[in-house]
């Protein structure tokens, strides 16, 4: 894993957007794997940022992204689709025909999970994908348990999760129980896989992600066993990283 310590979320954010623009000019028509929450929402304004001045050109790339609530349709302002188009993809070039997202309200989960891996294997794969980190060591929405998951799925939130992304929405009975998301699979067949983090409370989780064996009861730290993984995080979520900051 390569480290790259910054001083705080913006400047988390500034060199984010410059690594992901990196792969974009590298490769126009990348397939770049998404994620949301609060973490990417500076990325996705600096890549903004770059679209509008002229320096990056997103109609050829393809996305798709790690997860969506179940049951939220993507008009429902808590909805992944939702916070796609609100934070980068109306903002950008793309074109809409290749963003990919798990749709929370297939009356045919297990249909819509298969045919979303048979789209990221069309697609070639993933070459990079964003990650944020759960507080318990989520990546994506694959929740700490006794085994990795390795394609698309439904996953029951745990009370954790739930507690975490109540601030989204008006009271944590309204948080969805459920979600689907892109299994550890896709996940680790990325070509490189970058992730990003900020705050003192994510230390915890990257801790235990790069810093102790790797177990389904961290999901991230399945991450250790990826060849190709840099992390851009900012001083405060990298408190607890001493091994990774001797060198
Ligand atoms: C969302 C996702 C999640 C988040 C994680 C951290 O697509 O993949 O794993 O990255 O829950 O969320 P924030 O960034 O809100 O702390």
Redesign the pocket.
Known sequence: MKLFQTADYDSMSRKAADFIAAQIILKPDCVLGL??????IGTYQNLIDLYISDHLDFSRVKTV???EYRGLSGDDVNS?HYYMKENLFQFININPDNTYIPDGTDPEPEEMCARYDRIISRLGGIDLQI????RNG????NEPGDVFHVNTHCVDLARR?IR??RRFFPCEADVPRQAYTMGMGAIMNAKKILLLASGKE?APALHKAFCQPVSPRVPASILQLHPDVTVIADFKACEELAPFLKN
């Open positions: 994620a949301t929450g609060s973490t990417p992204n790690l997860d992944y990650l944020g980190i759960g989520h990546i994506g929405f999760t975490d992304n994510k």
